[in-house]
């Protein structure tokens, strides 16, 4: 059998004899060509059979080798001297001899194997494949490629350990030289074998860096205990988690197989493991697409509509939001299972967005359909606008996740334009709000405002009033222009909010001041890009 030599035979025989399936002992014996994996399970057991034959008889088997990239390999042992050379029940195992190891082999065909439980074996099979990719295709995603993901029972790192175990008792009671200390993993093997077939049933190519994940969970119950003398051996290793079923994960397992002594192993489990009855139950197979983000700007002509979802103890105070009614047409068409909106900034359930709109961000969590062209999505567009009057957007578009930290990165260096109708209890004569048109540059200190002190910490932030520019109405009346550092809150920048704002209108005018209606003008946030219309 290509790759394997002489060296080999003893630990082809121990672990037949044990019985191992053949993909596990290439495993053990390091063996990197993926395409000996992908031979069918018939032929391997041969393979094997022909290779313990003809090893009577040569020092090497010569065949032709596969070049493969080099393998992952994973580390089962610290070397440690002066371990006892006995199993759980204190007694050697013997080699077998070539007849011996045939026999094994014939009884051992239809077995599950002892380390992987059946993985390497059924699930390795065209009918499986095929399960995998009805499950796929009835789930109606739209992908270009995939990546294949694994999840094994924890159960299995102990029976490898238990396996390396007893071939390392073998080989030293046979005087043999052991020397390597890794395998190759079963997760790597089980890919190598399963994404040509998952390629080919699907139509398109195996990718790590695919955004649409096909994963697969196993579980093996009948074995699910042989953890648990991990957690006598070496409690620190399994602490409960909030979102973990069981303390028994995978990454403790590993992390208490690399403390315990191998004394303490053999005593607890036996080496190599046995044979189970049953093979592992694939419990889930599962889809998801990575996130895709849509982007754009929205005007709000509302003075009766929040940005998001307003309930307050858990009752909805206001039937609609600026999020929802973007968000259902959206998440309609890409056929996803949930949203994330943000933006950059946000306004007032009673104020206004105008001009060209405040930039927006939408991550469509696990969507089915991710292609869109630039027509679509300008159908998508007038879909939402003609479906409300309170809101209308524009640009929107397909961004990426990167990209959407340019909107972040103008919440706090960009500028903000608004318009404040503003009365005040004393009458105003044109001259007397005329000096506000002069001020540049006006430092604010501005106390958490006490309508927002339940969500926001208290602080003093300072901000900035770039220009004013007044409008004179009536004797009560004026309206004022504002461009500000982004996060000015205008409001108590008008009313002083009991005097957490310093200085504000009310103070600047001598006189009572306060605000009637508030308009966003403009966000001064280059991003996303302008769309041609």
Request: proline letters at 5%.
């Amino acid at each position: 059998m290509s790759s394997l030599t002489e060296k080999d035979r003893p630990i082809v025989q121990l672990l037949l004899n044990a019985g191992t399936c053949p993909r596990c002992i290439l495993r053990f014996c390091c063996v990197g060509s993926q395409m000996l994996y992908r031979h069918p399970h018939k032929d391997l057991m041969k393979d094997l059979q022909e290779f313990l034959k003809n090893s009577q008889e040569k020092e090497d088997t010569g065949c032709l080798d596969v070049a493969d990239p080099p393998c992952k390999r994973i580390r089962l042992e610290h070397r440690e001297e002066g371990a006892d050379d006995l199993n759980h029940n204190g007694a050697i195992l013997q080699l077998p001899s070539a007849d011996g190891g045939n026999a094994a082999m014939e009884s051992s065909a239809g077995k599950v194997c002892n380390v992987c439980l059946g993985i390497l074996q059924e699930f390795c099979e065209a009918d499986f494949v095929k399960k995998v990719c009805q499950k796929v295709n009835s789930a109606d995603y739209q992908f270009t490629s995939f990546v294949f993901s694994v999840s094994l029972p924890p159960q299995l790192s102990v029976r490898e350990r238990a396996a390396w175990l007893g071939v390392k008792q073998q080989m030293r009671n046979l005087g043999l030289p052991l020397a390597k200390d890794d395998i190759v993993q079963l997760k790597e093997a089980y890919k190598w074998i399963i994404h040509p077939q998952l390629s080919e049933e699907l139509g398109v190519p195996a990718d790590g860096k695919s955004l649409f994940e096909v994963s697969v969970v196993f579980a093996h119950p009948e074995t699910d205990e042989e953890c648990h003398f991990l957690a006598t051996a070496c409690p620190d290793c399994f602490k409960p988690a909030k979102n973990k079923q069981s303390v028994f994960t995978r990454m403790a397992v590993i992390k208490a197989l690399e403390r315990i002594k191998e004394e303490d192993f053999l005593k607890h489990f036996p080496c190599p493991p046995s044979s189970p009855k049953n093979l592992c139950d694939a419990l889930e197979i599962q889809c998801n697409n990575g996130a895709v983000f849509v982007a754009g700007r929205y005007n709000k002509y509302s003075r009766n509509l929040p940005q998001t979802p307003w309930i307050i103890d858990g009752e909805r105070k206001l039937e609609s939001s600026v999020e929802e009614l973007i968000s259902e047409h959206l998440m309609a068409e890409f056929k996803a299972d949930s949203f994330n909106f943000s933006s950059s900034g946000r306004e007032d359930v009673d104020v206004r967005t105008l001009g060209n709109g405040r930039p927006f961000a939408i991550e469509l969590v696990n969507p089915r359909r991710i292609h869109f062209s630039a027509e679509e999505m300008r159908r998508l567009q007038q879909a939402i606008n003609d479906s409300s009057d309170k809101i209308q957007v524009r640009d929107l578009q397909l961004v990426t996740r990167s990209a959407i930290g340019r909107m972040k990165e103008g919440e706090e260096e960009k500028t903000k334009t608004y318009s404040a109708l503003i009365w005040t209890d004393k009458a105003i004569q044109r001259e007397d709000i005329a000096f506000l048109d002069d001020i540049k540059e006006l430092k604010l200190d501005q106390k958490t405002p006490l309508r927002v002190l339940h969500r926001r910490p208290l602080a003093v932030r300072c901000r900035l009033i770039h220009t004013m520019k007044s409008e004179y109405i009536d004797e009560h009346h004026f309206r004022l222009h504002l461009k500000t550092q982004a996060g000015t809150y205008i409001k108590e920048f008008v009313h002083g909010d009991f005097g957490r704002t310093k200085p504000n209108i009310g103070s600047l005018l001598n006189r009572t001041a306060d605000i009637l209606e508030l308009d966003v003008e403009s966000v001064d946030v280059d991003w996303p890009p302008t769309l041609a219309d």
